[in-house]
């Protein structure tokens, strides 16, 4: 049986090199033909792998090769242009702090005064010592006061405070474990002004469980991506993209997470984020957008799921 594989892995690497070819986006697009042969390639992967019918480099480089260009991604979970002028149909989408409003040309709005300027002690306690540079200090700082007003992560506000602190909306969605998110979003500030807006994808209603991404616009620019447990924020990965995202331009945002843990986060598609993570195996129940900081426009909002979670 193990000498019967060795001719179909010989036709597998031939058919990983036409993969190699072909740009992931293209090959999502071309056909279901292409994604059959990836489907072949990944049960033949498996089957080696379960013979130990390859040597230990070329298994891992198969396996290597199907996650790349495998499409897993096959579902429409939920999508959004707000194209009919408002969010309370088709999805329904529920305000549960701040305003929000449908502009024709910028999609969903919302305005929000950004919060004042740490203090002067606790931003430089911050940057000493800790091995971070000042622009996210300052962005940390930030965060806990707002966090300080919403109470958390990002759970069910307080009937009290519905209309202090971020604008949240939300959506319920059933979305699976992998997923692809596909945004577009503007954000119109002042030359310098920070603004700071967060994706968040919740596994329960109270929003203890489940990743936050966040993205901090001014005269530093940031992108972060945040684990929720208990309603406490982890940071999993953070990093500067390139372009100026406050511009007030539309730019492009890809979340993605395969089946196999690994994260993917493109803006404008440049890669900003790629790694593994598999803090979390069950599906996401709610998708929710925060504006904590700025003037934000979302003009549409796409996720695509696997068949099963």
Do not use: C
């Amino acid at each position: 049986m193990r000498q019967a594989l060795i001719p179909m892995l010989a036709a597998s690497v031939l058919a990983a090199a036409a993969l190699a070819i072909q740009p992931p986006s293209a090959r999502a697009q071309s056909g279901p033909e292409l994604q059959e042969m990836v489907d072949e390639l990944r049960a033949l992967t498996e089957r080696s792998r379960e013979q130990r019918a390859a040597d230990r480099w070329l298994q891992q480089a198969l396996e290597d090769l199907v996650s790349k260009y495998d499409w897993p991604w096959r579902r429409e979970l939920l999508s959004d242009s707000f194209s009919d002028g408002n969010f309370t149909e088709s999805p329904p989408w529920s305000v549960l702090s701040g305003e929000f409003w449908v502009d024709r040309t910028l999609g969903l709005r919302s305005s929000v005064e950004p919060p004042p300027p740490a203090r002067t002690e606790e931003t430089r306690e911050r940057s000493s010592g800790s091995g971070k540079d000042l622009g996210r200090s300052l962005f940390d700082a930030l965060m806990d006061q707002a966090l300080e007003r919403d109470g958390g992560g990002a759970g069910e506000p307080d009937q009290a405070a519905e209309q202090e602190g971020p604008a949240r909306i939300r959506v319920a969605a059933e979305i699976t474990n992998a997923f692809s998110l596909d945004a577009t979003f503007s954000v119109h500030n002042a030359p310098g002004e920070a603004g700071h807006f967060e994706i968040a994808l919740l596994q329960g209603k109270r929003g203890e469980l489940g990743y936050v991404l966040a993205i901090q616009t001014g005269e530093t620019g940031l992108l972060d991506l945040y684990r929720l447990r208990r309603g406490r924020r982890e940071l999993v990965y953070g990093t500067r993209p390139s372009a100026n995202l406050g511009d007030g331009s539309a730019h492009r945002l890809v979340w993605r997470q395969a089946p196999d843990g690994r994260v993917q986060v493109l803006v404008d598609d440049e890669e900003l984020v790629n790694l593994r993570d598999r803090a979390f195996r069950d599906g996401y129940r709610f998708l929710e957008l925060i504006n904590r900081a700025g003037e934000l426009g979302v003009r549409s909002i796409r996720v695509l799921g696997t068949p099963s979670s």
